[in-house]
């Protein structure tokens, strides 16, 4: 948005309040300043140029960008785009915020970057850097996924019996590593319905984190290179395990190219095929804890679908983590601020460790990194794992 589009959208807020109670950060501090309101209101002086203030600045870094108050506004103000517009012109004047963070989340998924990572965790490297760094390096460090032995890279990975569809499989930067398993067990679930998986290899990182801290063209244009590598592959969808990038990849459509196929979340994407009920899985008798993540909620508007996709395992009890707006992984915002992010994430590390489920299942890679961290300080072994783990775990052997 340029200026004028940020002033012309910001009129649209009536300020009438309907979105407080939906806002996390003014759920906890009750100030005006946290709040969808408030911001708007910061934001249309900024673009005016009638207040340049740190304190400002203050309270729109700590938004987290989760948009539950659209759902709630009567006007349909497009917040999400505001507050990218916003840090947008942060960056134009002060600097991105976490530069380092983002250049190294869009080249993790390299295979130079594997190997930095595997040499980082498994010398003495790893152990200097986190009694030299500082407390953000220190948590950083701790969110970083272990970096397994080196695999043979797939493209193709074909159906069980006929193939009835086919689709593309969006691994991901971060993804490529958190979500390995997460990766192999959507491949062998989707491969067991009749569907070939392409993971194509020269896949790009989606832009999310760039989008929301501040240099949304960056953002858009790695999300557009990713897209365009799907393109022309002739695929029915492009599959998403992570709802953050899912919801990068959807918004950057709706501006593309009409030959993209549409991008669809895993579960949603599951509860599509007319077929699924032949899906026929292993009976398993245990607790799932149900995370619902923001982008999934608000963004790609299947909240349902992963505790229907997990409603097919037979025995297995699903209940919903309590609604406490947003975990606080929230991308980036983990990292850049810390003391709101385990403040939001606390009632939700106290609900599992009071329920003792079997398994925490979410359907965002940021938010599982997060749940993770604050389950390991809690001493908790309880895995935190996505729904396609889940169910790859009790499929039956294929007839085909």
């Not at 300043?33 to 900024?46: C, E, N, V, W």
């Not at 947008?88 to 963070?101: E, F, H, M, R, T």
């Not at 037979?314 to 606080?328: A, K, Q, S």
């Not at 994430?345 to 979410?362: C, G, H, K, Y």
Request: aromatic fraction near 4%.
């Amino acid at each position: 948005m340029n200026l004028q589009q940020i002033l012309s959208e910001a009129d649209h807020c009536v300020k009438c309040g309907l979105c407080l109670p939906h806002c996390p950060t003014y759920r906890i501090t009750a100030n005006e300043g946290d709040s969808p309101r408030g911001r708007i209101a910061l934001i249309q002086a900024i673009a005016e140029g009638a207040l340049t203030s740190p304190r400002a600045d203050l309270h729109l870094d700590s938004c987290l960008g989760c948009r539950n108050c659209e759902p709630a506004c009567p006007s349909g103000v497009k917040y999400g785009a505001l507050i990218d517009s916003a840090r947008q012109i942060q960056a134009a004047n002060s600097g991105l915020k976490d530069p380092g963070v983002l250049w190294l989340a869009s080249h993790a998924h390299k295979s130079w970057g594997i190997s930095a990572l595997r040499i980082y965790q498994n010398s003495g490297i790893r152990h200097l850097a986190r009694a030299a760094g500082g407390e953000k390096f220190r948590r950083l460090d701790r969110l970083l996924p272990q970096a397994g032995p080196h695999e043979p890279k797939r493209e193709t990975f074909p159906a069980a019996g006929k193939t009835r569809r086919r689709v593309g499989l969006f691994t991901g930067c971060v993804g490529r590593l958190a979500d390995k398993n997460a990766l192999k067990s959507a491949t062998a679930v989707l491969n067991h319905l009749g569907i070939e998986v392409v993971m194509p290899a020269d896949q790009h990182c989606c832009g999310a984190m760039h989008q929301h801290g501040g240099a949304p063209e960056r953002g858009g244009h790695l999300a557009e290179k990713t897209l365009q590598t799907f393109n022309h592959r002739e695929l029915d969808a492009i599959v998403t395990l992570a709802s953050g990038c899912g919801a990068q990849l959807l918004e950057q459509l709706a501006q593309g190219s009409p030959d993209t196929p549409p991008v669809l979340d895993f579960s949603q994407f599951l509860m599509q095929l007319p077929w699924l009920t032949e899906l026929n899985l292993k009976p398993l008798s245990g607790l799932a804890l149900l995370h619902t993540p923001c982008t999934l909620r608000n963004v790609l508007g299947c909240p349902d679908d992963p505790l229907h996709a997990l409603g097919l395992i037979p025995g297995l009890e699903i209940r919903p983590m309590p609604d406490t707006g947003c975990c606080g992984g929230a991308g980036t915002y983990m990292l850049s601020q810390p003391e709101m992010a385990d403040s939001l994430r606390s009632p939700l590390i106290d609900s599992i460790s009071s329920s003792e489920p079997d398994f925490v299942v979410t359907s965002n890679t940021g938010c599982a990194l997060h749940l993770r961290a604050g389950l390991e300080q809690a001493d908790s072994s309880i895995p935190v794992i996505h729904p396609a783990e889940l169910i790859a775990g009790q499929l039956r052997p294929s007839r085909a």
